[in-house]
């Protein structure tokens, strides 16, 4: 099963409005990390935020991590259409093994 | 662009062969992770290679297999090919096994027929 589940599933707005995406996961982690994918493609890393950080920022990005709740979310300010792609949190743990798990991810539609 | 490279871009197969896909890390980089993506879904972790060396596996049968090799390109290996197999294979790179992000390069299609 996916250790990460993103919320919403798919989300449509205007072009300039900001965009939230959450993320919830079940164990503990070592580092949680955003990337977003345009139509099938490979995956383009977005941030890093460590287990020991609270929020991270990365030009329109920000992202916020509370490892007491196991959530995450990303914020992408003033949007534009080429935001348009499925963005996903993957965490990284390190149990009999190490392993990265995805969620099934978030589709955002920015209209232009 | 990552520096990261997979081929062939597409893929044919019949139900019971087998198949080898390879990826080229981005330069000095020594980890290597790969991923089965479904269509609509989020990459599935197969397993990850640091210096030659599985460390890390997710969720599949021993029909898939991998190997790291001497200047940290990668294959991945899928024998008795099943219809459920057909799926978008990512591989990443990264500079260690966790804690740093990982470049990905473009990926495979695989169509099990």
């Known amino acids: 099963s996916q250790q990460g589940e993103e919320d919403p599933q798919a989300l449509s707005i205007q072009e300039g409005e900001n965009a939230t995406m959450n993320c919830s996961y079940k164990t503990s982690i070592n580092n949680l990390q955003w990337y977003r994918q345009n139509s099938g493609r490979g995956l383009v890393h977005l941030i890093l935020?460590?287990?020991?950080?609270r929020e991270k920022h990365s030009g329109r990005l920000r992202v916020t991590l509370d490892t007491s709740k196991k959530s995450s979310s990303l914020l992408i300010t003033a949007s534009r259409a080429a935001d348009t792609a499925s963005y996903f949190c993957?965490?990284?743990?390190?149990?009999?093994?190490?392993?990265?798990?995805f969620g099934a991810g978030t589709r955002l539609f920015v209209k232009a | 662009e990552t520096g990261v490279t997979q081929s062939p871009t597409h893929l044919i197969k019949t139900r019971g062969q087998q198949v080898t896909l390879r990826c080229s890390s981005q330069?000095?980089?020594?980890?290597v992770s790969w991923y089965q993506q479904a269509l609509g879904q989020g990459p599935q972790f197969i397993f990850q290679?640091?210096?030659?060396?599985?460390?890390g596996r997710g969720n599949f049968p021993p029909r898939f297999s991998g190997l790291q090799f001497p200047n940290y390109s990668s294959e991945l290996n899928v024998n008795a090919l099943e219809l459920d197999d057909s799926a978008l294979y990512l591989c990443?790179?990264?500079?260690?096994?966790?804690?740093?992000?990982?470049?990905f390069g473009p990926g495979t299609r695989l169509t099990v027929t």
């Open positions: 990443a790179s990264s500079l260690s096994g966790q804690g740093f992000e990982q470049y």
């Open positions: 330069s000095g980089h020594n980890t």
């Open positions: 993957a965490t990284q743990v390190n149990t009999g093994g190490f392993k990265t798990i």
């Open positions: 935020i460590r287990s020991n950080e």
């Open positions: 290679y640091y210096r030659e060396e599985e460390n």
